[in-house]
């Protein structure tokens, strides 16, 4: 049993190593030149590099780069979707202001003969018009009453003068009336003696 325990603890120190050892590979392009320098072979100055280790590293660099390249590809697009969604929005608001200070200008306006006028404005136009309307109907009122007055005082004045004129009218006929009486008397008078 003894032995069953120390090689399971073996087996897993060794996993536990080559589980580090995994861990501490560095991936990125820098580790892998990094990697491929130091496990080459020197020949007096000159690194001797494998040609299998080569060409692993250029396609890693390679896939590396048309990653970024979809990458970046794929952000320009996103760039590019979001700046015409910030066009589009930008277009909106200024519609939405420009509709905005239109619908307050008519809600602090009134249209008074089709042209947009301030309320404060339309008010004092109202009530001028009304004031003036007022006073005109106050000057007619008097200018009424005063005619009318002199109406009555024409009217009191031409039945007294026909009242006079009736009474003279009366007077100039019975003086007519014993004038040819008169004449009457006087031409019978004459006959008579004729």
């Known amino acids: 049993m003894k032995n069953s325990l120390s ?6 120190l060794s996993f536990n190593t080559i589980a580090q050892t995994a861990v501490e590979k ?12 130091d496990g080459s072979n020197n020949y007096q100055e000159f690194k001797v590099i494998k040609k299998v280790k080569l060409a692993v590293l250029r396609q890693n660099v390679a896939d590396s780069l048309n990653k970024l390249e979809q990458t970046i590809l794929a952000t320009q697009k996103t760039i590019d979707a979001q700046q015409t969604q910030i066009t589009k929005l930008e277009q909106s608001l200024a519609t939405t202001n420009t509709d905005l200070s239109t619908s307050r200008e008519k809600e602090d306006g009134i249209s008074f003969f089709g042209i947009l006028v301030a309320k404060t404005t339309y008010n004092t136009i109202m009530w001028s018009i009304i004031a003036g309307l007022l006073i005109a109907l106050g000057f007619f009122i008097f200018k009424f009453k005063n005619s009318n007055a002199i ?19 009366s007077k100039k006929l019975e003086e007519i009336q014993q004038i040819r009486r008169k004449l009457q008397d006087e031409i019978n008078k004459n006959r008579k003696t004729t």
């Open 7 to 12: 090689l399971l603890f073996i087996i897993l």
């Open 151 to 169: 109406t009555r005082e024409a009217n009191n004045k031409l039945a007294e003068t026909e009242s006079e004129f009736e009474q003279h009218r």
């Open 26 to 37: 560095d991936n990125s392009i820098k580790g892998q030149f990094t990697e491929v320098v």
